[in-house]
């Protein structure tokens, strides 16, 4: 129901975008979600998008990372730009008021 993809090696400063593809059942009526885990660390909330297009950013990524969805793909997407090695991460979209289980993840790994 969550397959995040577009994860791989970027360059501190470079850029990646992520897509997520959620069933339409799922994606039409809800927020949609980015989180990531850092090895050694927990889940964390980095970027929401509303049903409505209002967005909200952890401080972490805020000015840097931009989420956005397309109703007519049932997509939303993640351009993270400036990266930094701190972004090294396994990414993870889902629905932030009631998750449902969450996929695999993509990978993403910044070099310095």
């Known amino acids: 129901q969550l397959q995040a993809s577009g994860g791989g090696l970027g360059q501190s400063g470079g850029s990646l975008r992520l897509s997520c593809a959620v069933s339409?059942?799922?994606?039409?009526?809800?927020?949609m979600g980015w989180f990531r885990q850092a090895p050694g660390k927990r889940r964390q909330w980095i970027a929401v998008?509303?049903?409505?297009?209002?967005?909200n950013y952890a401080d972490s990524v805020k000015g840097r990372f931009t989420i956005s969805r397309d109703n007519a793909k049932n997509t939303v997407y993640l351009q993270m730009n400036s990266l930094k090695p701190e972004d090294t991460a396994v990414y993870y979209c889902n629905i932030p008021a009631a998750p449902a289980p969450w996929g695999q993840g993509t990978q993403v790994t910044v070099s310095s």
């Open positions: 339409g059942r799922i994606f039409s009526s809800n927020g």
């Open positions: 998008i509303t049903s409505g297009g209002y967005t």
